[in-house]
């Protein structure tokens, strides 16, 4: 598994739930399947990050995990809460949702590392893409100039011992942004 839930107790049954749920639904051999990342994360209601049209949630927040998942060459995202599974089609699987879970990844390390805490203790919700309008993230600081070029990204929303706090990204890196100090 790459990035990783390995102290999260529902870790590995909501990877192999994801696994079975992916073969099931696509007609998968389950060992050609193979976990990218898996990440411990809330949603708002209950349709676990994968509203379909025409259908009413439940609005509670919901804990789980997403799960990223590579098989016969594609990538795929399931979301998982309890013995519930749900295959997001037409989501952003693939290059960006790599892309995602890498910085969120980053993210955990580094307000972990702040707070002298493990990792696996930060919760998060999934990045929300986002278009910076220039170098600085969103996160300008006193006395730094930046580039004045649109930057692509992602919000990083993070909660560790009841504080929440924010990071910004671009493609590449995060960059803590207006929160309280540790």
């Not at 699987?93 to 002298?116: F, I, S």
Request: neutral net charge; aromatic residues 4%.
């Amino acid at each position: 598994m790459a990035t990783g839930s390995s102290g999260d107790r529902g870790a590995e049954p909501a990877a192999e739930l994801a696994r079975k749920t992916l073969a099931d639904e696509l007609g998968l051999l389950l060992d050609g399947i193979l976990v990218r990342s898996l990440v411990a994360t809330e949603w708002p209601d209950s349709s676990l990050g994968c509203p379909q049209r025409g259908v009413q949630y439940t609005p509670v927040v919901t804990s789980g995990h997403r799960v990223v998942l590579d098989a016969g060459g594609r990538t795929y995202e399931v979301h998982v809460a309890g013995a519930r599974a749900v295959l997001c089609r037409g989501s952003t699987a693939g290059p960006r949702v790599a892309t995602a879970v890498r910085l969120l990844d980053l993210a955990r390390r580094d307000l972990a590392a702040r707070l002298t805490i493990d990792p696996e203790a930060v919760k998060a919700t999934f990045p929300v893409p986002r278009r910076w309008p220039d170098a600085s993230l969103g996160c300008p600081r006193p006395g730094v100039s930046y580039a004045q070029v649109v930057t692509p990204g992602f919000v990083i929303e993070l909660e560790a011992g009841g504080k929440s706090y924010v990071y910004h990204s671009d493609l590449e890196r995060v960059v803590p942004c207006g929160n309280p100090g540790p």
